[in-house]
């Protein structure tokens, strides 16, 4: 794995938790996912055809998901500034901090270098931690799209990646996440007139 | 045959999912639904009645393994599921608005209960470590839009709750499994690389600290899908704002049956980290989810809330049962499992005619139900006696079992923790069994409407099979089934 690929993908997820704008940061996780894919795919073509179908995989899921969440954009086009959103520097703080924390606390687990066992921990970590600091709905289920592609950085890192029959129930079960989640953020929108989960917190002992 | 037949399994519901959408009217689509329901039930059992008779080593297929503890799982499932079926064309009827509009709101309900209900019939059975994730990730897509199926803002914030924490759990949890994989690529490096007895041959040459770290990456992200605490949020919310039939399906299912891919985990990878880590793991997620349940025990709380923690509370039991692993334990976790699935499931139904007579019960402690509906009174007394562990419901045989087996495995310290913290439970639920019964109460008698009838029907139906667990719980102690069932897991 290029240290170019590993750290595109940590940058691109740090970014996602930095920007305003809610289809620059979907176009982010498009480029992840496309930028994963065409790397499987250069390196399947010479070693595995497992990594070739990850890859045509990859790609393939970073075109229609992200236009899946396009689309409910689309839907909800007058989004207000969320207020109760922690300030973009405060953010990234926090985001660096604890994906450090996560990942200088991580033994060596198998894969080829250490450096993609970081890289694929961190931005796993990310991902969730996009959906803690992010308040819109649409970011938090990006923040799922980015703990996949973490994952499925592990995945390509692996001797001969993934069995097939993986990659392509991992891509069906995040085609249907991913549209759950952008249903419910249809649903959100239309009953709360914003997408701001911190209103959603109305559940509490 | 028999592969067919368990082919035929999670195929006859998943089916039914696309058949279902078909009938231009409601009635059309409850008829489906009981047809549907029916097939699937007969199927699944039949495939639990094969797996009990095989010996403890079980069915191995291409895809499946049917062991004794996939067949009471199976059993516990379809038994559930079919209940769930029959009660939904009465909640539908008096649900009012939902998430979908008005004319395919029915169409999609069933849809994406019978779509939950195959992959939870499936999970059961199969072999793989990797497919069983497939199959957990496919739950959360179906019971999440079925959390918010009334579409009201709670049930939204419930449903989505529910969606990106078990989604983040399950992520993490495969990290886990690819780490496992990697590990034990040089057996294989193929998809059987993750079958249950591929992973118990070959865990034991895995270094101590990749296994270490896979396990608990995978237990810690199937916890978030078990509801075990601190990793619980979602479950008291989800349980409460979910249609009955599915809070019960969610309850006395999917946690389970979730908890027996963690249990086949540490069966099979537990032997490759030192010092009963696996095993303590457990115990520390049961003793937590005790701790954290039995405080809002004691609270006054709205009906299907107060089941939702007390799901915590049975989850974290189960949880120590695993972990004392010891053959009595074992017993008394598969009567647990089976107990706290009938008298749950009914506590849930009972919710039905509750809201349909009082709409406050939803967000306040009914009270005084015995004055007011002598069958809904019945249906919830027994559902709160039997998880509260009143002898002689079974919960009480099993937590008895639970505890001796603790002792058994010379576990002193977490036995008598969990011990002090289960009679607390219990003192808790039994406080609000008498309020809900014979609490003050205000209004006239209930009319003995379909509901309430229906409430009537099922206290029946789920009370004998209570009674005849409580019999089972006390022929079972005394014989080999729990060391059976444990070399049938792993």
């Known amino acids: ?28 996780v498009a480029a992840q996912s496309l930028g994963l894919g065409l790397y499987a795919i250069a390196q399947g073509s010479r070693t595995s055809t497992a990594l070739a179908v990850a890859g045509t995989v990859l790609i393939a899921k970073a075109l229609v998901l992200p236009a899946l969440l396009l689309f409910t954009v689309r839907r909800a086009r007058k989004e207000r500034l969320i207020a109760t959103e922690i300030p973009a520097l405060g953010r990234l703080a926090i985001s660096v901090a604890a994906a450090l924390a996560v990942e200088q606390s991580i033994p060596r687990f198998g894969l080829a270098g250490a450096g993609v066992e970081h890289a694929a921990v961190g931005v796993l970590a990310l991902g969730i931690l996009t959906a803690v600091v992010r308040r819109a709905v649409l970011f938090q289920a990006l923040g799922f799209l980015i703990a996949e592609n973490g994952i499925y950085l592990t995945g390509l890192s692996l001797p001969g990646g993934l069995p097939v029959f993986i ?22 929108h239309e009953q709360l007139g914003s997408g701001d989960s911190s209103l959603l917190e109305a559940l509490r002992d | 045959m028999t592969d067919v037949l368990l082919v035929a399994v999670p195929a006859v519901p998943l089916v039914g999912a696309l058949l279902v959408r078909l009938p231009r009217t409601p009635g059309g689509a409850d008829r489906m639904n009981l047809i549907g329901a029916n097939i699937s039930t007969v199927l699944a059992l039949t495939a639990s009645v094969v797996g009990f008779v095989h010996g403890a080593r079980g069915l191995h297929g291409s895809w499946f393994v049917l062991d004794h503890a996939g067949a009471c799982f199976l059993a516990v499932i379809a038994v559930v599921g079919w209940c769930s079926a029959m009660v939904s064309p009465t909640y539908l009827a008096s649900a009012g608005k939902s998430l979908f509009t008005a004319r395919r709101a029915r169409a999609w309900y069933y849809t994406a209960f019978y779509l939950f209900w195959a992959a939870l019939l499936a999970l059961a059975l199969v072999k793989n470590l990797g497919v069983a994730w497939l199959l957990i990730e496919a739950t959360t897509g179906a019971s999440a839009l079925l959390v918010a199926y009334s579409g009201r803002r709670n049930a939204l914030e419930a449903g989505w709750k529910y969606l990106v924490l078990t989604t983040f759990g399950l992520a993490v949890a495969l990290l886990g499994i690819l780490i496992l994989f990697a590990g034990l690529a040089p057996h294989g490096g193929t998809l059987s690389t993750l079958d249950w007895q591929s992973i118990a041959r070959h865990a034991g040459g895995l270094p101590h600290q990749t296994a270490l770290f896979a396990l608990i990456l ?12 601190p990793v619980h949020n979602w479950l008291p919310d989800a349980h409460s704002e979910a249609p009955p039939p599915v809070s019960a399906l969610l309850s006395a299912a999917l946690l389970p049956t979730v908890m027996l891919i963690a249990w086949r985990v540490v069966l099979t990878l537990g032997v490759a980290v030192p010092h009963h880590l696996a095993d303590h793991l457990m115990l520390a ?26 799901s915590l509370e049975h989850m974290g039991i189960l949880a120590l049962g695993i972990g004392f692993a010891s053959p009595l334990a074992t017993v008394g976790v598969i009567i647990h499992l089976a107990g706290h699935a009938l008298a749950k499931s009914l506590g849930f139904y009972t919710a039905i005619p509750l809201a349909r007579h009082d709409p406050s019960s939803a967000q306040r402690a009914p009270r005084g139900l015995a004055r007011l509906s002598t069958p809904v009174a019945a249906g919830a007394g027994i559902s709160l006696a039997t998880l509260s562990g009143l002898p002689p419901s079974p919960l009480f045989f099993s937590e008895l079992l639970i505890l001796l087996g603790g002792i058994a495995a010379h576990q002193i310290t977490s036995v008598s923790i969990a011990a002090v913290l289960m009679a607390l439970g219990f003192l808790g639920l039994a406080h609000a069994l008498i309020e809900t019964l014979a609490g003050e109460s205000h209004g006239h008698r209930w009319r003995s409407g379909r509901t309430v009838r229906l409430a009537g029907r099922l206290t029946v139906g789920l009370t004998l099979g209570l009674l005849a667990l409580s019999v089972g719980a006390y022929l079972l102690a005394d014989s080999h089934a729990g060391a059976s069932l444990m070399r049938g897991i792993a």
Do not use: C, N, Q
Not at chain 1, 171 to 185: C, G, H, R, W
Not at chain 2, 285 to 300: E, H, N, Q
């Open chain 2, 218 to 229: 995978i237990l810690v992200g199937l916890a978030a899908k078990i509801g075990w605490a």
């Open chain 1, 1 to 28: 794995m290029t240290g170019a690929v590993t750290w595109g993908l940590v940058v691109s997820s740090l970014a996602v938790i930095v920007v305003r704008r809610r289809s620059l940061a979907i176009a982010l």
């Open chain 2, 285 to 310: 997620f049961g003793l937590a989810s005790l701790a954290i349940a039995v405080p809002f025990l004691w609270r006054p709380m709205a009906w299907k809330r107060l089941l939702a923690y007390s």
């Open chain 1, 167 to 188: 990659e392509l129930g991992l891509v069906f079960d995040l085609v249907v996440i991913v549209s759950v989640a952008a249903a419910f953020a249809a649903k959100i």
